[in-house]
């Protein structure tokens, strides 16, 4: 079931490119579904730092923090979630970007098994 749910978290999440450098704070919730069956959701409570790579409208971000993990009819366990991205500017209107995302497996915050997910992208604006 929780496979199910970080599967769908990693498929769902959206990234964002930097605005401006400096810290943030992001809260996401991520659910999923199985056919018309909800699996769960997991929700990030993440705080982090963002800036601007060079003056090419490069950015790179790293955020970290609690994840609130809730299969469908299971209790809600608590986990420590991080993400590290970079997007790039190709030209004004098509930039490509990555994310490397990790959740721990265990409620005991224990790095040792984690789940990593990673996603790569491109995005044309008009």
Known sequence: MFKSVFAATAALSVSAGAAFAGPYVN????????????????????IGYEGNIGDGGSAWYIQG???????????TETRFSGKVGVSAALSSSVG???????????TDLSFDDLNVGGKLGIKYSF
């Open 96 to 106: 490509v970007y990555g994310e490397l995302s990790a959740l721990t497996a265990d």
């Open 27 to 46: 809260v996401e919730t991520n659910a999923g579904w199985s056919g018309d069956d909800y699996t769960g959701a997991v929700t990030d409570f993440g």
């Open 65 to 75: 923090g609690p994840a609130l993990v809730s299969p469908d009819g299971e209790e």
